[in-house]
């Protein structure tokens, strides 16, 4: 998770929105990828430091079209 995490924050910042960076290779497997992984843990096993809501707004984040 923390990698997706990461991939998501380069992709937004740094990376210039290229998916060639995302673990996923494009938003929306990554995402998905994201919501799968998220949902395999048990409530006691999710992270502390990343909520699903987390992971909704980096996908808002992600999928919206950049106007310059």
């Not at 997706?4 to 998905?32: A, M, P, T």
């Not at 409530?43 to 950049?66: A, G, V």
Request: glycine content about 4%; proline content about 1%.
């Amino acid at each position: 998770m923390s990698r997706c995490i990461q991939d998501c924050k380069y992709f937004l910042g740094c990376g210039s929105r290229f998916s060639k960076y995302l673990w996923g290779c494009c938003v929306e497997n990554h995402i998905q990828a994201m919501r799968i992984l998220w949902d395999s843990f048990s409530d006691d096993e999710k992270p502390e430091w990343t909520s699903l809501e987390e992971i909704e707004r980096f996908s808002k984040k992600m999928l919206e079209e950049e106007i310059y």
